[in-house]
């Protein structure tokens, strides 16, 4: 054999392997994928075990609670937050990171005189035991429209000082972490931002070993909040990852410094940064970007179970695989008639929540969280059964329902 000969052999032989060794881990890698995109893998998820019980009992009804300090958090002066702490000084339930506090409020009615309005606010803090904080966006009248500019919003930025007391219901909401160790994709979107800082904070004090991203989508860097202070989590904590978006970037804003990715936060980001992992998605931002968001993560084939969103009107966003609680008995459509307003519609799961089909059709119904917390929507039945689409924190008197999250059963009648 010649030399020639026997150096073809060898490179044959390297060839081979290599080949060989490519195609065990594509089959691996392929295996792993098919896995994670069916839910299924070599052995089951572990089940997050719930969060620990409050450290102190919630409280039922309302509590005063002194507004303590005031920060602004954004270079347009628009978000503030309130430090807030109980007037009786006793010790704060440790609320699960993501929930939100029911605030009533007492402001000036058109009429003349004061009425009380229900408003709900994410708290944006990892828990403590002494005080809590939300963070709060003034909400604009909308530019060539007839609504009129946010009514709590604007009360707590020009009313609310520090030194004052507010009426305030226990923590509450679906919409939490979990205390398992998968890892974390935090996704928010504006405002949206709130209850992921406080699962965030939550998660690098409790959990710091546990893989987290945040997708923060903005129009720029004078909208978004606490910026600073994210990048400077990112440094610190080796397994924390930002990633600010910025769909219209102002001139000063610097690429590499100021924000990561020109653009809106979307599924083809993911693929790109997002190695093959059984991630869990927590989504909270506007409507649009929910109702582009959840469909698309959905078709790369997230299983239902790994997608966790709150919406500014959850129920609004539909998901491809409903909760089998959510939808009634008989799906092919009932009767829904609105007794005050004096209207009869027919309902089919599409239509979501019964506070959504209200709102479609012209029907006025206060509400508050949109999540069956705060009992805004409490509305009387007076014929028929409702089924509700999740469980309400809010406890509604007997003979009456929460529109926000529930469906019709079979024809009902309600008195809105």
């Not at 993911?270 to 506007?286: A, D, E, T, V, W």
Request: hydrophobic fraction near 40%; glycine fraction near 8%; charge should be negative.
């Amino acid at each position: 054999m010649t030399s020639l000969n026997l150096l073809l052999w060898i490179a044959l032989g390297v060839a081979l392997q290599l080949a060989l060794f490519v195609g065990i881990g594509f089959w691996q890698h392929w295996q792993d994928y098919m896995r994670l995109k069916t839910g299924l893998g070599d052995t089951p998820l572990p089940v997050a075990p719930p969060l620990p019980e409050a450290s102190a009992p919630g409280w039922s009804g309302y509590r005063a609670f002194r507004v303590e300090r005031r920060v602004v958090e954004d270079q347009a002066e628009s978000i503030c937050s309130f430090y807030l702490v109980p007037e009786d000084r006793q010790p704060l339930p440790a609320f699960k990171p993501g929930q939100f506090l029911t605030f009533r409020l007492d402001l000036p009615a058109t009429e003349g005189g004061n009425e009380q309005i229900v408003r709900c606010y994410s708290l944006s803090d990892a828990p403590t035991p002494d005080h809590y904080r939300v963070s709060i966006k003034r909400v604009p009248a909308p530019a060539a429209s007839p609504h009129p500019a946010g009514r709590s919003s604007n009360h707590f930025h020009d009313q609310v000082g520090v030194g004052d007391l507010l009426q305030v219901r226990a923590p509450s909401g679906h919409f939490h972490i979990d205390r398992g160790d998968a890892p974390v994709v935090l996704v928010a979107g504006g405002i949206g931002i709130t209850p992921m800082l406080s699962m965030l904070n939550w998660i690098l004090e409790q959990q710091p070993g546990r893989e987290v991203w945040l997708f923060y989508g903005v129009r720029n860097g004078r909208e978004a909040m606490m910026l600073r202070h994210l990048f400077g989590l990112a440094a610190r904590h080796p397994n924390f990852q930002l990633r600010a978006c910025f769909s219209d970037p102002l001139p000063d804003d610097r690429p590499g410094e100021d924000f990561h990715h020109r653009g809106r936060v979307d599924v083809a980001l993911f693929r790109q940064m997002l190695s093959l992992k059984p991630y869990h998605f927590y989504i909270c931002g506007p409507t649009p970007m929910l109702a582009s968001l959840v469909p698309a993560l959905e078709d790369w084939g997230v299983p239902d179970a790994r997608i966790h969103f709150e919406a500014f009107g959850p129920a609004s966003i539909p998901r491809r695989r409903a909760p089998p609680e959510a939808t009634p008995a008989d799906n092919t459509g009932v009767v829904v008639r609105f007794a005050r307003s004096e209207k009869e519609l027919l309902w089919t799961p599409a239509a979501g929540s019964l506070l959504d089909l209200a709102e479609a059709n012209g029907i006025a119904v206060n509400s508050g969280c949109r999540a069956g917390g705060c009992g805004s929507c409490q509305t009387t039945i007076e014929a028929g059964e409702v089924t509700y689409m999740q469980a309400p924190d809010f406890d509604p008197e007997p003979g009456t329902c929460l529109l926000c999250v529930c469906a019709p059963k079979t024809s009902v009648t309600l008195e809105a």
